[in-house]
């Protein structure tokens, strides 16, 4: 069992569920981010944002790896940085078009 956390754009948010699934029933424990319950975008504000940003971070923290959900090979600023961190405490990076 691994522990992962599911890394990419909230756009993808269908697959990251999807994911986060599949993962789960095949035995990992999967840690996903907070989904917007607002169709705006900008549901939060820039403090909130920074927060939720610091909070993931923490979880890819308690992870053995990140599973980076980058449909079409589509990886944005902010999940490029989340790589970053999890590269730099040597976490296990998993992605998803190596999956499929």
Same mark, same amino acid.
């Given at each position: 069992?691994?522990? #992962?956390? +599911? /890394?990419?754009?909230?756009?993808?948010? !269908? $697959?990251?569920?999807?994911?986060? =699934?599949?993962? $789960?029933?095949?035995?990992? /424990?999967?840690?996903?981010? +907070?989904?917007?319950?607002?169709?705006?975008? !900008?549901?939060?504000? =820039?403090? %909130?944002?920074?927060?939720?940003?610091?909070?993931?971070? %923490? @979880?890819?923290?308690?992870?053995?790896?990140?599973?980076?959900?980058?449909? !079409?090979?589509?990886?944005?600023?902010?999940?490029?940085? $989340? +790589?970053?961190?999890?590269?730099?405490?040597? @976490? =296990?990076? #998993?992605?998803?078009?190596?999956?499929?």
């Amino acid at each position: 069992m691994k522990i #992962i956390t +599911i /890394c990419g754009s909230l756009r993808f948010k !269908d $697959e990251m569920m999807k994911i986060s =699934e599949k993962m $789960e029933l095949a035995g990992n /424990c999967i840690i996903t981010p +907070i989904y917007p319950t607002k169709p705006d975008k !900008d549901a939060y504000t =820039e403090d %909130e944002a920074l927060m939720l940003d610091k909070m993931h971070k %923490e @979880k890819i923290k308690l992870s053995d790896a990140i599973l980076v959900v980058n449909v !079409d090979n589509y990886i944005g600023s902010s999940t490029k940085s $989340e +790589i970053e961190f999890a590269k730099s405490l040597n @976490k =296990e990076i #998993i992605y998803y078009t190596d999956l499929i």
